[in-house]
């Protein structure tokens, strides 16, 4: 392993706040909070409480995701096993799928595939910290830990809000939205996430808006990943795909969201919330659809008979809104590994619908831009070939060579579904971005 492995008698609020300070700092950084929410209810899956990575000692970039870029990626990983941290965009399922393809135009500012091996790694597992660093850079903990802190000096400064401007006017997304029920009546499609991009323009601290869409969402997939180009602030509450070992297994794992209902300050309400959620035939239908799609692409890669949802509609509480999460669970054949996991999963059947190939045809003849990183994936793999990946949803991204902000937000339509309250969700999930970003709002 190219990595030291050092333990710091240091409070981990005090690591976490002082690597935000720093984050600017570093041309490479990622931040992955798990396990920070859902405090009165943990979820098992989330294993640390952060994890962090700055610097590069490689870089794996690829603007276009082709075939061959993925076959090099994969190569890289699997020659030498290390920690990678980054993110796979959604347009990977151009290379991935054979029929699939993207009619937007790409965004150079955005590759569809970046990874990188970080110089360092810091771990919170229950409140314990460690630090990896890598031996090429002979990096002493505590000289790293002074780093930091000088790096932190500075601090943060909010600057001016921003405000997300739709791209769609509702009339404008109830004609898409009318359209691909029309394809779902006629039995070509079961269901599909439509989706619809905002934008603005303005100098705002990322690292703010990162740390206050987090306490307004405390999302429990959250992250930060920077690159020279850009930024992805993510307050993700979906789990795309986690892979971790047991004894001499390998166990997957996804936990696909299908069900949304709002949050109210009043009691009555939000409890009516939550049981009509539960209650919901449309809402579980949605769920159950895709728990078919995730529980079928786990099986490709699955040991036999070991695919189950041990975990079926569940209700899960953030700040802002209820969620139906579904967790579903295998035993990875011995062969092979996180990067077949994806190969026969990607991209994520809570973000396309199904079937999932058709599904992807349908959103974009629809949808005005290309997604980008948008509803692909951020997340990390250690040596031993554990991961864990989010689903990049209630997200920002920053590019920063004209500070143009763009956010996305999209709901699932079905046979069932009524387009107007379909468009509401769709406000309701943007809510949370468009309130870290303005500042003033």
Not at 342 to 354: K, L, Q
Request: glycine share 4%.
């Amino acid at each position: 392993m190219p990595y030291q492995t050092h333990e710091l008698n240091i409070a981990s609020a005090e690591i976490h706040s002082a690597l935000c300070s720093a984050a600017k700092t570093f041309s490479y950084f990622s931040l992955l909070e798990t396990g920070s929410a859902l405090i009165n209810s943990p979820e098992v899956l989330d294993k640390y409480d952060f994890l962090a990575a700055g610097g590069s000692v490689n870089t794996f970039s690829y603007s276009d995701a082709t075939s061959n870029a993925w076959k090099e990626l994969k190569n890289n990983w699997r020659s030498s096993p290390t920690w990678w941290f980054g993110i796979l965009s959604y347009d990977l399922k151009n290379a991935l799928e054979k029929t699939s393809f993207s009619r937007h135009p790409q965004n150079p500012n955005f590759p569809e595939i970046i990874f990188f091996e970080p110089e360092w790694v810091v771990i919170s597992e229950k409140g314990i910290i460690k630090l990896y660093t890598h031996k090429t850079r002979n990096i002493e903990a505590y000289s790293w830990w002074d780093g930091i802190l000088v790096r932190g000096l500075e601090g943060l400064k909010k600057n001016d809000g921003v405000k997300l401007k739709d791209s769609l006017t509702i009339n404008d997304y109830l004609k898409k939205a009318n359209q691909m029920k029309s394809w779902i009546d006629y039995g070509d499609i079961y269901e599909a996430n439509l989706c619809v991009p905002y934008y603005g323009f303005g100098k705002v601290e990322p690292m703010c808006v990162y740390k206050d869409l987090q306490l307004k969402a405390e999302a429990p997939m959250a992250g930060y990943f920077q690159i020279p180009s850009t930024i992805l602030i993510s307050a993700s509450p979906e789990r795309y795909l986690s892979l971790r070992k047991d004894k001499h297994e390998i166990n997957i794992y996804s936990q696909p969201i299908k069900g949304t209902a709002a949050r109210s300050e009043n009691l009555e309400k939000d409890l009516n919330s939550a049981n009509d959620l539960l209650n919901s035939e449309k809402e579980r239908s949605e769920n159950t659809m895709i728990v078919d799609l995730v529980r079928n692409d786990i099986s490709r890669v699955s040991k036999q008979r070991s695919v189950k949802v041990n975990r079926y509609l569940e209700l899960r509480k953030l700040p802002t809104v209820y969620h139906l999460v579904s967790t579903i669970q295998g035993v990875i054949k011995d062969d092979l590994d996180w990067i077949s996991a994806i190969e026969a999963t990607f991209p994520m059947g809570s973000m396309t619908g199904a079937p999932k190939i058709r599904a992807m045809e349908r959103i974009d003849s629809l949808e005005t831009a290309r997604r980008g990183w948008y509803s692909g994936a951020l997340g990390y793999v250690t040596p031993e070939g554990e991961c864990d990946f989010n689903v990049i949803i209630r997200s920002l991204l920053f590019e920063k060579q004209d500070h143009k902000w763009t956010s996305w937000a999209g709901s699932a339509l079905t046979i069932d579904s009524d387009s107007k309250k379909e468009w509401d969700e769709i406000n309701l999930k943007i809510d949370a971005p468009k309130r870290a970003l303005d500042f003033n709002n």
